[in-house]
Protein backbone atom coordinates (compact mmCIF):
# COMPACT_ATOMS: atom_id res chain seq x y z
CA UNK A 1 0.00 0.00 0.00
CA UNK A 2 3.14 2.18 1.10
CA UNK A 3 3.98 2.27 -2.69
CA UNK A 4 0.79 1.67 -4.54
CA UNK A 5 2.05 -1.13 -6.38
CA UNK A 6 0.35 -4.58 -6.66
CA UNK A 7 1.60 -6.87 -4.38
CA UNK A 8 0.44 -10.77 -5.80
CA UNK A 9 1.35 -13.83 -3.61
CA UNK A 10 1.48 -17.27 -4.75
CA UNK A 11 1.16 -19.47 -1.56
CA UNK A 12 0.81 -23.80 -1.01
CA UNK A 13 -2.62 -23.56 0.32
CA UNK A 14 -5.08 -20.71 1.66
CA UNK A 15 -6.61 -21.72 4.93
CA UNK A 16 -9.54 -19.57 5.87
CA UNK A 17 -10.33 -15.70 5.38
CA UNK A 18 -7.97 -13.60 2.73
CA UNK A 19 -9.23 -10.65 4.17
CA UNK A 20 -6.23 -9.41 6.62
CA UNK A 21 -3.80 -9.78 3.91
CA UNK A 22 -5.98 -7.50 1.29
CA UNK A 23 -5.95 -5.31 4.06
CA UNK A 24 -2.26 -4.96 4.77
CA UNK A 25 -2.14 -4.45 0.61
CA UNK A 26 -1.82 -7.69 -1.37
CA UNK A 27 -3.70 -6.99 -4.70
CA UNK A 28 -4.42 -11.09 -4.75
CA UNK A 29 -3.15 -14.80 -3.43
CA UNK A 30 -2.79 -17.86 -5.75
CA UNK A 31 -3.03 -20.93 -4.04
CA UNK A 32 -0.60 -23.82 -5.52
CA UNK A 33 -2.40 -26.53 -3.95
CA UNK A 34 -6.07 -27.61 -3.85
CA UNK A 35 -7.97 -26.90 -0.60
CA UNK A 36 -9.57 -30.44 -1.20
CA UNK A 37 -5.65 -32.57 -1.74
CA UNK A 38 -3.28 -33.81 1.00
CA UNK A 39 -0.09 -33.42 1.10
CA UNK A 40 1.28 -36.42 -0.37
CA UNK A 41 -1.02 -35.52 -3.22
CA UNK A 42 -0.12 -32.16 -3.87
CA UNK A 43 3.56 -33.16 -3.58
CA UNK A 44 3.18 -35.63 -6.69
CA UNK A 45 1.16 -33.23 -8.84
CA UNK A 46 3.73 -30.59 -8.12
CA UNK A 47 4.42 -29.38 -11.33
CA UNK A 48 1.11 -29.55 -12.34
CA UNK A 49 0.16 -27.30 -9.82
CA UNK A 50 2.66 -24.47 -9.65
CA UNK A 51 1.69 -24.64 -14.05
CA UNK A 52 -1.84 -24.35 -13.02
CA UNK A 53 -1.24 -21.13 -9.99
CA UNK A 54 0.75 -19.46 -12.77
CA UNK A 55 -1.92 -19.70 -15.55
CA UNK A 56 -4.32 -18.17 -12.70
CA UNK A 57 -2.11 -15.14 -12.21
CA UNK A 58 -1.37 -14.75 -16.14
CA UNK A 59 -5.23 -14.74 -16.77
CA UNK A 60 -6.15 -12.56 -13.77
CA UNK A 61 -3.81 -10.11 -14.68
CA UNK A 62 -4.97 -9.42 -18.34
CA UNK A 63 -8.62 -9.97 -17.23
CA UNK A 64 -8.00 -7.22 -15.01
CA UNK A 65 -7.06 -4.15 -17.46
Given at each position: ???NRPV????GKINGSMTILKKLGMTNIYPISSKKAD????LKQGEE????AIQDV???LF???
Open positions: KQFYAMVLQQTNIEKIKSTSR
